[in-house]
């Protein structure tokens, strides 16, 4: 295969800056998702402070994703340490290596912007974000990750759990070409990313509940939480991230009880889901397991 996916686990800043060091030969970029900085790191990044950042988006003015765009910067290796803190501080850069000069790697990331899907629409990609990246990679074909990659040499991105996923080319060959998503690669990348989805309506419900968490062990819970209400029938993502909030806010096996144990077997009822004979409970119900719940703290 000219081109392969690796997952390096467990990193710290030494060791991404070691495995950058071992490259340095290879003029090195950073990829950076300003969507996860504050206002004052975007205006320093603009400021050049890690070498000249070119916003991708630049040919989008007037839109409204156009000042968010990701910067792509070509730094000296003595920022390598800085920019490996900020990634694992925020996972808001991932490292692009290649043997290309800048305009050439920004026409790259520029023509792949977008995406085309199995019905032939053309979608946004988001490479600079690493969730969908640190998702999408492990899935890829040989032949997408060429495209991908273009004149780069690797494209590594980091996950929540410090893992660093690495898509690398393995000879000389380098792929160009209009990047195209099956429905399979589009269904898989939209189901490893739910989980993303899931943990925002357990925050928008209460956010205590993943409040003493880390990032790596809050997202290990909600898809623990997940595949359980996958094995009590439960498909619908609406009702799988219902499963998740409920799961946190009331107690181990309260499935099984009244009234969740028949909202479970919805289908029986003619119902859509889950959550719609839920929503249909009355406040008499919800009000004699709010009292159990207070024994309980008691």
């Not at 990659?149 to 893992?163: I, V």
Request: hydrophobic residues 40%.
């Amino acid at each position: 295969m000219a081109w392969r996916y690796e997952c390096i686990e467990s990193q710290t800043v030494d060791t991404l800056v070691a495995w950058l060091s071992q490259k340095e030969e290879t003029p090195q970029y950073a990829l950076i998702d300003v969507q996860r900085l504050s206002v004052e790191q975007i205006q320093t990044l603009d400021k050049h402070q890690w070498g000249t950042a070119v916003n991708l988006y630049v040919d989008l003015e007037g839109t409204t994703i156009a000042s968010m765009g990701p910067r792509l910067v070509q730094f000296p290796r003595e920022e390598i340490p800085n920019l490996a803190q900020l990634a694992l501080a925020s996972r808001s850069v991932s490292f692009l290596l290649g043997n290309c000069d800048f305009p050439t790697l920004s026409a790259h990331l520029q023509a792949i912007r977008e995406v085309e899907i199995h019905n032939r629409t053309a979608v946004l990609f988001r490479y600079q974000d690493s969730h969908v990246t640190a998702a999408l990679f492990p899935t890829l074909q040989p032949e997408e990750m060429g495209l991908c990659l273009g004149p780069l040499t690797h494209w590594a991105a980091l996950d929540a759990c410090n893992r660093l996923h690495v898509i690398s080319a393995t000879g000389k060959q380098r792929k160009s070409g209009t990047l195209r998503f099956d429905q399979k690669t589009v269904e898989t990348l939209e189901d490893r990313l739910f989980v993303h989805a899931a943990m925002a309506q357990v925050n928008d419900a209460d956010s205590l509940l993943l409040a003493s968490y880390s990032e790596c062990e809050a997202q290990t819970l909600i898809r623990e939480r997940i595949d359980t209400a996958k094995s009590f029938g439960l498909e619908q993502r609406e009702d799988l991230a219902l499963y998740c909030v409920l799961s946190l806010q009331f107690p181990p096996g309260f499935e099984k009880q009244a009234p969740f144990a028949e909202a479970m077997g919805y289908r029986a009822k003619n119902k859509p889901s889950f959550g719609a004979v839920l929503d249909e409970i009355s406040p008499d119900v919800w009000s004699q397991w709010d009292e159990r719940l207070k024994d309980k703290e008691q």
